[in-house]
């Protein structure tokens, strides 16, 4: 997988992802190597299951995350652009279940580089070395502020 990413990033044609309007939007998480998004230390029982989702509004730079079945948990947070490719990420509230709402205690951050972007990718590559592959679903979806 590695080799054909590579391969991919060295042919981006977009240099500053975060001017981009390709960015926004909701974002369908396609494959990971990041064990705290797939739940692997979790009982199979308690992983999330269904679809994983990522959307980006660069315009306002916050994000988010969101799992579907079983849980429907979410993550929101502020982009905090450390170049045109690389952005600090900050969480700033989690929502349970999609319905209970819950501050951070401000422990959740990362950075996240975007190395290849077109209309219907976006790989993506986190401060810890995960790897991320997400397809456009809905270029309209808007983060909520």
């Known amino acids: 997988m590695n080799a054909i990413v590579s391969k991919l990033e060295a042919a981006n ?3 500053e992802p975060l001017k981009s309007g390709l960015l926004n939007g909701k974002w369908e998480l396609l494959y990971t190597t990041s064990q705290s998004i797939l739940q692997t230390k979790r009982l ?5 299951t269904g679809k994983i989702y990522q959307a980006i509004n ?3 730079l916050r994000a988010q995350n969101m799992e579907t079945w079983p849980f429907f948990n979410q993550a929101t947070a502020n982009l905090v652009p ?7 990420v900050k969480f700033d509230s989690f929502k349970i279940a999609g319905l209970i709402p819950i501050k951070s205690r401000g422990s ?3 950075q996240l580089e975007i190395t290849y972007l077109d209309e219907e ?3 993506s590559r986190g401060n810890q070395g995960n790897l991320f592959i997400l397809r456009m679903v809905d270029p309209s979806y808007r983060v909520p502020l």
């Open 44 to 48: 199979k029982i308690l992983r999330p």
């Open 82 to 88: 450390l170049n045109e490719r690389r952005v600090a």
């Open 58 to 60: 660069a315009d306002t």
């Open 13 to 15: 044609k977009v240099k």
């Open 108 to 110: 959740g951050r990362g």
């Open 121 to 123: 990718l976006r790989i």
